[in-house]
């Protein structure tokens, strides 16, 4: 057997070498394993890796490859945001707070992946809690591009965005609430997908901001977005916001060509703090879509600019409320000092969370508290009304809108740490989606001094089909998903 090339490797080449009897999973596992082992000292995308389980489970996807009983996803590996439940394996948000928690249950994720056979490898680095655009909040680790070592990955799923660059993984799952998929995506040459607020479960992710929390794939191309998405996208009762909808095939009706679709460039995200090579990249590739038969309309969502400051009053004000069970008391850390009750609960608090998590939990107490409430919470809420009927009706006239990811390329590590605002501003671009519910998606769409630019898309609620067709005829039409970072 030649030796297993696994960079790059999609999840539908690696499904042919499986199914032609080309390569085992365990085989394939342990390709895997070695890249980790070879990458990882730079990389640090990976929070655990759980080999024993990995091979215990290519195992048993063999045997059901043999048996002739597999999915599309058995015996592929795969990494897993370290937010998201694994039964018997830390789940750590890469937070001191949980560092030594084990999860006795699966979220719906893990459940629905474990059950289509697909590998765990293990989880992967973000920045703490998920609130961050540079994975260096984690408080375990700092990951680094696979592009260029000395630049963040982006965040919050840094971890999974990077691993899957550097070919440590098939695919990854990331979460996003405010661009954490669709920016480390970006920063890493990946494709990076925010599904529909409801579409996928949440039950079993760690809560930052339950009402725009969304788990998504990260992948090497469009196909194996579709793909992962067919898999774990689906109604479960444990989530309260779950959709009951029928699930589509999303992999089915991929074609290369956009005649009469209609795509809107809004101008809103052309402007302030965007790099001009970035904004080139993305205008080319709208030329491109053009060429594929896309009618392509200049148009204007006045409020999207305020989308920002809308985020930094909800998701704060949500994860307050949501990080208040971390008191010691039922599990997490705990802190040990003696004292009252009171006491040991603000020095578990003080000692567990670190600086960016603090931040956020005073913000959000300060938007909820009495006297502030109706000017910042009240008033963030009704702008959040406004943007989301400025997005519906865009889509009126739209099936698409197209626009750049991230306001830069990969920036360095270190760079923006001294300063939150700066930090907050990476995700102008993606924010929007999140703030409107409606699916969302990064794809590669050129290369500036070596770093990947990011296209996003974005499409009505439950519109996904039409994300998937506009990024996949792009793809088709350009050659930079194939272009792999060097390492
Ligand atoms: N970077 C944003 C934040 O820090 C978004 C995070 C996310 O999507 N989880 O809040």
Not at 372 to 400: G, H, L, M, P
Request: charged content about 20%.
């Amino acid at each position: 057997m030649p030796t297993l090339d696994i960079k790059g490797l999609t999840i539908n080449a690696a499904r042919r070498l499986l199914d032609e009897k080309e390569v085992s999973a365990l085989e394939l596992t342990q390709a895997y394993l070695d890249r980790i082992v070879s990458v990882e000292e730079d990389v640090h995308s990976f929070v655990s890796v759980t080999a024993d389980i990995a091979l215990e489970q290519a195992n048993i996807a063999d045997r059901m490859i043999s048996e002739g009983v597999h999915g599309h996803l058995t015996g592929i590996p795969m990494q897993l945001k370290d937010n998201m439940s694994t039964k018997g394996v830390p789940t750590t948000c890469s937070s001191k707070m949980l560092e030594h928690f084990i999860p006795p249950y699966d979220a719906y994720v893990t459940e629905k992946l474990k059950d289509a056979g697909a590998i765990l490898l293990g989880k992967g680095n973000l920045d703490e809690f998920a609130m961050g655009s540079s994975t260096e909040n984690s408080a375990l680790k700092v990951t680094h591009n696979p592009w260029d070592l000395e630049k963040v990955p982006g965040g919050s799923s840094g971890g999974p965005a990077a691993a899957v660059a550097a070919s440590e993984c098939v695919f990854s799952l990331g979460s996003d609430t405010g661009g954490s998929i669709r920016q480390p995506a970006s920063l890493c040459g990946v494709v990076g997908m925010k599904p529909t607020y409801g579409l996928v479960s949440r039950f079993g992710l760690v809560a930052f901001a339950s009402s725009l929390d969304q788990i998504g794939p990260i992948t090497s191309d469009v196909e194996d977005s579709a793909v992962v998405l067919s898999h774990i996208a689906g109604h479960d009762q444990r989530d309260s916001t779950s959709l009951n909808i029928d699930v589509p095939d999303y992999s089915e009706g991929l074609v290369a060509d956009l005649t009469g679709f209609k795509v809107g460039v809004p101008v809103e995200y052309f402007s302030e703090g965007i790099d001009s090579g970035v904004e080139n990249s993305v205008r080319n590739a709208i030329k491109v879509l053009s060429d594929l038969g896309a009618d392509i309309v200049e148009t204007s969502l006045p409020h999207s600019a305020y989308a920002l400051a809308v985020y930094y009053i909800i998701a704060p004000s949500e994860a307050s409320a949501n990080l208040s069970r971390y008191d010691g008391v039922k599990y997490g850390y705990s802190s040990d000092v003696a004292g009252s009750m009171w006491d040991a609960l603000e020095n578990t608090r003080q000692n567990g969370f670190g600086p960016e998590v603090k931040r956020r939990i005073m913000l959000g107490t300060y938007a909820l508290s009495s006297g502030y409430y109706d000017a910042y919470y009240v008033k963030a809420q009704k702008v959040w009304t406004i943007i989301r009927n400025e997005f519906k009706e865009a889509f009126e006239s739209f099936d698409v809108l197209a626009m750049p990811t991230a306001p830069t390329t990969a920036f360095d590590i270190g760079g923006k740490t001294g300063d939150p605002v700066q930090m907050y501003l990476n995700d102008i671009f993606t924010i929007p989606a999140n703030i409107a519910g409606i699916p969302a998606i990064s794809v590669s769409c050129g290369i500036l001094d070596g770093l990947p630019v990011g296209l996003q898309f974005m499409a009505g609620a439950l519109q996904e089909k039409k994300l998937f067709r506009a990024a996949y005829a792009y793809q088709q039409a350009t050659n930079w998903h194939h272009i792999k970072a060097n390492i």
